[in-house]
């Protein structure tokens, strides 16, 4: 697909206004008001939602291996996750998982 600069800049453009009336919508229009307490409990909870969703493409399917679930990644997901739950410290399950992958990729490979 050959498309000129112009279209290029305009789709941009209409990108940044789009995102901007997204984030406005919620902090420029709200911002400044005392939410419910429903509300604040559910955003509790949106770490914990978009965690999974940006890591779980990374494990099942990463670009390293072109796409291919490799073993080595489910087993340092898995670590990581094991260590996170049983230690209760996010620091040591990233470091375990680090080195279950680092570990894992030299045994596999």
Do not use: C
Request: glycine share 10%.
């Amino acid at each position: 697909m050959n498309m000129a600069a112009s279209q290029i800049w305009l789709i941009i453009f209409f990108l940044a206004i789009g995102t901007f009336l997204i984030r406005f919508s919620f902090l420029g229009l709200i911002g400044d008001r005392e939410l419910p307490e429903w509300v604040l409990r559910h955003l509790r909870y949106t770490p914990v939602a978009v965690l999974p969703g940006l890591v779980a493409p990374l494990v099942l399917w990463p670009a390293a291996t072109g796409g291919e679930t490799d073993p080595a990644r489910l087993l340092a997901a898995f670590a990581t996750l094991t260590i996170g739950y049983f230690s209760k410290n996010i620091l040591a399950a990233i470091l375990g998982g680090g080195a279950t992958l680092f570990v894992a990729l030299w045994w596999f490979s």
